[in-house]
């Protein structure tokens, strides 16, 4: 309280502003200690993300087809370039297994994997997330399909994205009771 009555209130909140200024809450901020300054990551080769996703899209549609043996079959119609390699996997929505995959090939536009049985017979009549997968690189792709689509660097729409080591994919996931 003498300190308070013999500098007055407003000296005795300079004080405390200066202390805590001093103390500076542990950020600091100069060059001093050892923060570096913001900056920005650059993709190599000037890769620009944005808009990959424009544009029409490259898978126009694609279903899980109930057969009349109750297997459960993948089919879907396509702009890739003819042999494009798509991988289609199916996950079971309740216990998030996947059920089936396969890797199937363009023909004509068109896609379709072959008939999906369980271990015991027909897969049940459930909630299923199917995944549509295709990467553009000489492990995934054949030598045309790399050619027409550039690497897959020019391909843009609806489930196209970039890898780290600048590769092209196509990935697009849809949940289907079935």
């Given at each position: 309280?003498?300190l308070l009555a013999r500098w007055g209130l407003l000296g005795f909140a300079a004080a405390l502003l200066a202390g805590g200024l001093a103390a500076g809450c542990g950020?600091?901020?100069?060059?001093?200690?050892?923060?570096?300054?913001?900056?920005?990551?650059?993709?190599?080769?000037?890769?620009?993300?944005?808009?990959?996703?424009?544009?029409?899209?490259?898978?126009?549609?694609?279903?899980?087809?109930?057969?009349?043996?109750?297997?459960?079959?993948?089919?879907?119609?396509?702009?890739?370039?003819?042999?494009?390699?798509?991988?289609?996997?199916?996950?079971?929505?309740?216990?998030?297994?996947?059920?089936?995959?396969?890797?199937?090939?363009?023909?004509?536009?068109?896609?379709?994997?072959?008939?999906?049985?369980?271990?015991?017979?027909?897969?049940?009549?459930?909630?299923?997330?199917?995944?549509?997968?295709?990467?553009?690189?000489?492990?995934?792709?054949?030598?045309?399909?790399?050619?027409?689509?550039?690497?897959?660097?020019?391909?843009?729409?609806?489930?196209?994205?970039?890898?780290?080591?600048?590769?092209?994919?196509?990935?697009?996931?849809?949940?289907?009771?079935?």
């Amino acid at each position: 309280m003498r300190l308070l009555a013999r500098w007055g209130l407003l000296g005795f909140a300079a004080a405390l502003l200066a202390g805590g200024l001093a103390a500076g809450c542990g950020q600091g901020s100069g060059s001093d200690d050892g923060q570096k300054d913001l900056t920005f990551e650059t993709l190599p080769g000037g890769i620009d993300t944005s808009g990959l996703t424009n544009g029409k899209p490259l898978v126009a549609s694609f279903d899980l087809i109930r057969m009349n043996t109750g297997a459960l079959r993948v089919t879907g119609k396509t702009r890739l370039p003819e042999g494009t390699r798509v991988q289609v996997s199916v996950h079971d929505m309740k216990s998030n297994a996947m059920v089936a995959s396969t890797q199937v090939t363009v023909d004509h536009g068109t896609f379709g994997s072959p008939p999906f049985m369980g271990d015991m017979g027909p897969l049940p009549v459930a909630r299923y997330r199917v995944e549509i997968l295709s990467h553009f690189t000489s492990e995934w792709q054949p030598a045309n399909v790399l050619s027409e689509t550039g690497g897959g660097k020019r391909l843009r729409g609806p489930g196209i994205t970039r890898s780290k080591v600048d590769g092209a994919a196509l990935y697009l996931v849809e949940e289907m009771k079935r």
